[in-house]
Structure formats: structure tokens, C-alpha cells
């Protein structure tokens, strides 16, 4: 099983910017790619973004393509979700997950607890 822990929610004023982190501990090899998933009260949980092992590949919803980049750093077990023009409809809680390709997308195997991402307009 892998844990996962994430940062760097907080406010942001409509136009601006920030970097989710997620970083990864237990069975970091059994569970090679990683995502980013959003949700807001009263809906279902929203894929944003997800990524290979090697970062090879990436893939994006199309609500965030162009705005939204994942990235990841092995060997710190770590990935990233750069947020550049945040809109006030990105308010919601941030989730990262970890799981096999392609699933990973529609159903990963583990998840973290969440960060809010509040941008006022």
C-alpha cells in the first residue's frame, strides 16, 4: 500500500497560480503512475491529470489542458500539479492518487487526503 500526502492548497486570487505537491511513501513500486484528481461538494470526484512512471506520458482532462501541468520527480517520490490561470470554478479539494497505467485515470488503487484550492474571484 502507498501513502500519499499532499501541499500546497491555500487561496489564490483568480488569474494566479500555485503548485500542488504529493509525495509518496509505503510500496512507492507497486503503484508506478500518478494523478491528480479534483472535487467539489455534491459531485463526483474529477480527473485533472495523470502521468507515467518514466513521465513519459501525460494525459489531460480537457477542462485543464493548457492551464494545468503534471509533473513528477522519482526520486523524491514526489509529483507536481502546476495550476497557471486559476479560474473560481478550480475551488474545490485536490486529490492526488496513485495506481497502474491506464487505470489510473478512472480508478487508482490509493489516494491521498486531500488539499483545498479556493480561488476568489
Known amino acids: 500500500q502507498v501513502q500519499l500526502v499532499e501541499s500546497g492548497g491555500g487561496l489564490v486570487q483568480a488569474g494566479g497560480s500555485l503548485r500542488l505537491s504529493c509525495e509518496a511513501s509505503?510500496?512507492?513500486?507497486?503503484?508506478?503512475?500518478r494523478s491528480w484528481f479534483r472535487q467539489v461538494p455534491g459531485k463526483e470526484r474529477e480527473f485533472l491529470a495523470a502521468?507515467?512512471?518514466?513521465?513519459?506520458?501525460?494525459t489531460y482532462a480537457d477542462s485543464v489542458k493548457g492551464r494545468f501541468t503534471i509533473s513528477r520527480d522519482n526520486a523524491k517520490n514526489t509529483v507536481y500539479l502546476q495550476m497557471n490561470s486559476l479560474k473560481p470554478e478550480d475551488t474545490a479539494v485536490y486529490y492526488c492518487?496513485?495506481?497502474?497505467?491506464?487505470?489510473?485515470?478512472?480508478?487508482?488503487?490509493?489516494w491521498g487526503q486531500g488539499t483545498q484550492v479556493t480561488v476568489s474571484s
Open positions: 509505503g510500496h512507492t513500486f507497486s503503484s508506478v503512475a
Open positions: 502521468i507515467t512512471w518514466g513521465g513519459g506520458v501525460t
Open positions: 492518487a496513485a495506481g497502474v497505467w491506464p487505470r489510473i485515470t478512472t480508478s487508482p488503487t490509493s
